[in-house]
């Protein structure tokens, strides 16, 4: 128990620090100086002074007596209503003649009979025929929104406290460091993975529909209920609302708004509606919204590789932020398009217009005055052998093939970097001079979802030779990733995915985007962490995840590093995720700060230690 605590004091920069300590007696009182454990995480702490260390040791008896551990302690809700302050564009009746002449609005009832109906382009027929390619065999326990009721104080109790095995103030390094009390905090979902309802109230499949879909075993996920939040958001809000969460990021499913996908296709008003009563909902209970317009859910038929895709987006776009950017201070367009278009690199230029499309519009037509961006992943690689030229050279063209080739264009006004465009066959050409000068600039802050970071190294061939061969396994980026150390040793705890509790190299992830890319500032749109077999406990004991505190609060302390040591200006940090959810096929992954009780009919969520543990780290570094 101490040990564990010690890791989440220090992790980053010295857990190892114990076992090097010659100070270390144990569990009773000593003097170490805990300033001195915050040192280069690579050489580890420095050594004090003996004196410091020093501790004198006396037995004695005495009068044996029980102290209370616990103590009942509430959380407190966000003040509400949310106070806007500003509107961030005009409200919708005095902009509604920017929007295409004449849309069709409707809401459209699927009849899986109707697909030989023809009844024209957008017909009930042609509506049967979207969903024609997708089927799932479970239903949804419910079909209407849940009022949201109070959340019973018995839930809103805080855990037991972290055990605090040496004095809180005593960590120094970082306890005198503060985020600025406009640091946006808080935490982030995504409509595909919590909403359900696939089918329900007119919307159209998208490209996730098809995880999920049968025939799928994959660990019984089935997309169609997720955590049936397009039926609970109320609650959902009100949950985090009663922890005390100033942001929820969430995003606007787009089928549901555009069921065709198409430029000039039908708009469904149960959508609308839904998402106005979404947003006004987070500001009746106190919290801010920031919107994704699609993490990753293009229409079926309109994927990047479309030529059509940017005018569909730009339509789909303009539905909704001529409706809500009154009251939205901050849009993503794309959520990670940076790893979503497999090989297909001639899709590139689809995503970067689209974007750019959007943010045009948005600032010069809208003239909104919140702030727009594009959300990337991105797991650094670092050199695997820093001493390699090729391991550095390695770990470079990864960043330039996840990073560069969509960040160069729009926060540089650059080229795709050479080492992608020297690809042989990568079917990518080069941005005329005009593309650029419209792309550079569309982005108004860096937004990554940086959850972890791994090696790199070259292929035993070499990169050259790898990069002139469409035939090599590696191609096109001809880099091999690793998390195991030169040393044997992996780089961090292991999730039950890819991702590594390995604070160590935060300040790396954050320090490349802002060096490489020069933004004004950086978002941390996503983290978290999922820890190994989560779902295989009992309920008492997923609700005790010491494992994913750890994780936010190192990650932390290590950003906070980055602020004030490394002149980083990141602005803030969004945990993934507030709920378990739906992670692409399955409900094992569990990223949450929530469980679902996904047996129980209601799919009823109960709160984890982690989302206590999250509200009061960024309650005792932002400044009030
Ligand atoms: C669709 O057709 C099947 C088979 O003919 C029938 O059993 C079902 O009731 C029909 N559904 C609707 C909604 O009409
Ligand atoms: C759905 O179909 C899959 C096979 O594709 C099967 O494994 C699963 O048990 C089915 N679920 C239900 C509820 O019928
Ligand atoms: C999308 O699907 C509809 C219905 O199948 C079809 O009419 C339309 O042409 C498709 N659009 C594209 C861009 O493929
Ligand atoms: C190469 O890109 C073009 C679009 O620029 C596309 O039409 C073509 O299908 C792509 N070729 C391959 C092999 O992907
Ligand atoms: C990109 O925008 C920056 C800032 O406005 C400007 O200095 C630079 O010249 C632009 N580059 C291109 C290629 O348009
Ligand atoms: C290209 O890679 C394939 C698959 O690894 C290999 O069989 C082939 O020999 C390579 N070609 C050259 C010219 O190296
Ligand atoms: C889910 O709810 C059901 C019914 O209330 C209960 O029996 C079950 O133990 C719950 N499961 C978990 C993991 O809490």
């Known amino acids: 128990m101490a040990m564990l605590y010690l890791l989440s004091l220090c992790a980053a920069a010295a857990s190892p620090a114990l076992a090097w300590s010659p100070g270390w007696n144990g569990w009773g009182s000593q003097s170490w100086d805990w300033n001195h454990h915050c040192s280069n995480p690579n050489t580890g702490p420095t050594t004090t002074s003996p004196a410091t260390c020093s501790a004198t040791r006396t037995t004695a008896y005495s009068q044996f007596s029980y102290t209370v551990l616990t103590t009942t302690r509430y959380a407190t809700a966000i003040p509400s209503p949310l106070q806007l302050t500003t509107t961030y564009a005009p409200p919708f009746s005095q902009v509604s003649s920017l929007l295409p002449p004449s849309p069709t609005y409707t809401t459209y009832s699927l009849d899986r ?12 027929g042609a509506y049967a025929r979207l969903w024609a390619p997708l089927s799932y065999n479970t239903s949804i326990p419910f079909t209407t929104t849940v009022s949201p009721t ?33 640091f946006i905090w808080g935490v982030a979902g995504s409509a595909f993975q919590i909403e359900g309802g696939l089918t329900e109230d007119g919307r159209g499949p998208s490209q996730l529909d098809l995880f999920g879909s049968l025939p799928n075993t994959a660990d019984e996920a089935n997309a169609v209920v997720a955590d049936m939040n397009y039926w609970l958001y109320k609650q959902d809000i009100a949950r985090l609302a009663a922890v005390g969460m100033p942001y929820y990021s969430f995003s606007i499913s787009w089928t549901r708004v555009v069921p065709f996908g198409e ?8 959508a609308l509606e839904h998402y106005d009563d979404l947003i006004n909902t987070c500001i009746e209970y106190g919290i801010k919204p920031i919107v994704t317009l699609s993490h990753n859910d293009s229409p079926l038929n309109v994927t990047f590789q479309n030529p059509a895709f940017p005018d569909a987006f730009l339509y789909y776009a303009k539905h909704v932020m001529t409706r809500y950017s009154d009251r939205v201070s901050a849009w993503v367009t794309l959520n990670e398009p940076n790893i979503n278009f497999g090989s297909d690199y001639y899709a590139v230029p689809n ?64 080229q795709y970097p050479a080492e992608v465009l020297n690809t042989k066959g990568i079917n990518l050409t080069a941005l005329t001079d005009e593309e650029l000068s419209y792309i550079n600039g569309t982005s108004d802050f860096w937004s990554f979802d940086p959850y972890t970071a791994g090696f790199a190294t070259s292929p035993p061939n070499g990169i050259d030779a790898c990069a002139q061969n469409t035939s090599d396994p590696l191609w096109p980026t001809c880099v091999v990733n690793t998390n195991v150390q030169q040393d044997g040793w992996l780089n961090g705890q292991g999730s039950f995915a890819y991702a590594y509790l390995a604070p160590q190299y935060v300040r790396q992830q ?36 010491l494992e994913r505190t750890l994780y936010y609060e190192a990650f932390l302390r290590e950003t906070l590093k980055s602020i004030y040591e490394d002149g980083v200006n990141v602005i803030g940090a969004l945990a993934w995720s507030f709920v378990d959810n739906d992670e692409f096929t399955s409900y094992y992954q569990q990223y949450g700060l929530q469980h679902v009780n996904r047996t129980d009919g209601r799919l009823t969520r109960s709160y984890k230690r982690s989302i206590f543990d999250y509200v009061d780290l960024f309650h005792r570094y932002v400044e009030n």
Not at 263 to 270: D, E, F, K, L, Q
Not at 367 to 385: E, Y
């Open 113 to 124: 009979n109707a697909t030989s109906v023809q009844d024209g382009r957008y017909g009930q």
């Open 150 to 182: 109070p959340v019973a104080s018995s839930e809103l109790v805080y855990p037991p406290a972290l055990y605090t095995a040496c004095p809180q103030q005593a960590d120094t390094c970082v306890d005198c460091y503060k985020l600025p009390k406009d």
């Open 263 to 270: 430029a000039g296709s039908p708009i469904n008003t149960a």
């Open 351 to 414: 995503i970067l217009l689209g974007h750019a499309k959007v943010y045009h519009w948005y600032k010069e037509t809208l003239k909104g005055t919140g702030q727009v961006t594009i959300k990337f992943a991105n797991n650094l690689a670092t050199p695997l052998d820093s001493s390699n030229p090729d391991d550095t050279r390695a770990a470079l063209r990864y960043q330039d093939y996840i990073l560069g080739i969509i960040g160069n264009p729009i926060f540089l006004g650059q």
């Open 510 to 545: 954050l320090g490349y985007v802002w060096n490489v890319f020069r933004p004004s500032g950086v978002l941390i749109a996503e983290y978290g962490f999922n820890p190994f077999m989560e779902n295989a406990k009992t309920l008492v004991a997923q609700q005790y995840d």
